[in-house]
Nanobody, 124 residues
Framework: EVQLVESGGGSVQVGGSLRLSCEVS????????MGWFRQAPGEGREAVAL???????TYYADSVKGRFTVSKRDAKNLLLQMNTLQVQDTAMYYC??????????????????WGQGTQVTVGV
């Protein structure tokens, strides 16, 4: 059974930094596409960053470009370094994975495996 477990969330002040981690267990064969998504209260879930394991390409939402960096520590650990955090970054952050190709704009339903989420709160 595949499981994704996020960690690293918390409360920070505007301008601060956090690093989220996603540990994957189980059969990860074919997990070429992994990413981070977030959902703010009353809002829909949105993609934040994707990591394409086929060629190490990365993709970002316009709102986080230049501030967030997605990377893989190893085959089973996906990271999200978040710098210069803003109030608008407050959300539950989820890690997700799919087998197959990676492309920005894929529907959320294309991601088969999801973690439970970790809360990020940015305050003034």
């Amino acid at each position: 059974e595949v499981q994704l477990v996020e960690s690293g969330g918390g409360s920070v002040q505007v301008g601060g930094s956090l690093r989220l981690s996603c540990e994957v267990s189980g059969n990860t064969a074919g997990f070429y596409c992994m990413g981070w998504f977030r959902q703010a209260p009353g809002e829909g879930r949105e993609a934040v960053a994707l990591f394409d394991g086929a060629d190490d390409a990365t993709y970002y939402a316009d709102s986080v470009k230049g501030r967030f960096t997605v990377s893989k520590r190893d085959a089973k650990n996906l990271l999200l370094q978040m710098n210069t955090l803003q109030v608008q970054d407050t959300a539950m952050y989820y890690c997700a994975a799919r087998r197959g190709f990676c492309s920005w704009g894929l529907p959320l339903t294309e991601f088969t495996y999801w973690g439970q989420g970790t809360q990020v709160t940015v305050g003034v």
